[in-house]
């Protein structure tokens, strides 16, 4: 699997000298390589999704040309969709295809909950919850402020998830 940082540089993205700065940043703080970049401004969250998207080999789309089928919302309800921030785009074959902006988010509870195979692409999480809203509705904005509003533990999506394989965690995170 090719590494982040060579997956930007080639695109004259970011220079090494950016690439070694963001990695020295990371380790510091335990945010994740590509927020990184993106949180000082090296690059826009659309260059790391695509540059995620061939490290993964996971397609990037932007939902706005992408054609949703609205019976995919209804297999999947909206407190889902909020909580793990994710659209889903159509469901085929019992196969729920959703989009996400992370990657890394574990979607088990998910497959365990419908009791079918999911298949993530990338999308912007404004796009993801500009589509959830128009999608399901004035209840998905009430679910979104609910969830907005229960205490909790500050998250990071970018951040590393210590409950994730360390091998596929930092795969993802080197450069």
Known sequence: MKKLGE??????L???KEIKEALNKQHKTGERFGSVLVN???IKKEDLLTALSEQLDMPYVKL???AI???ACKRLPAKFAWHYGIMPLEFKDNVLVVATSDPLVPLDDIKSYLGCAIKEVLALDTEIAEYIRKYYGVGAETIERIIDTTPKKPVDRYRVNPERSEEHTSELQSH
Request: proline letters at 6%.
């Open 64 to 66: 706005n040309q992408t």
């Open 7 to 12: 997956i930007l540089k080639k695109k004259n």
């Open 40 to 42: 000082t401004g090296l």
């Open 69 to 71: 089928d609205p019976s």
């Open 14 to 16: 970011v220079t090494e």
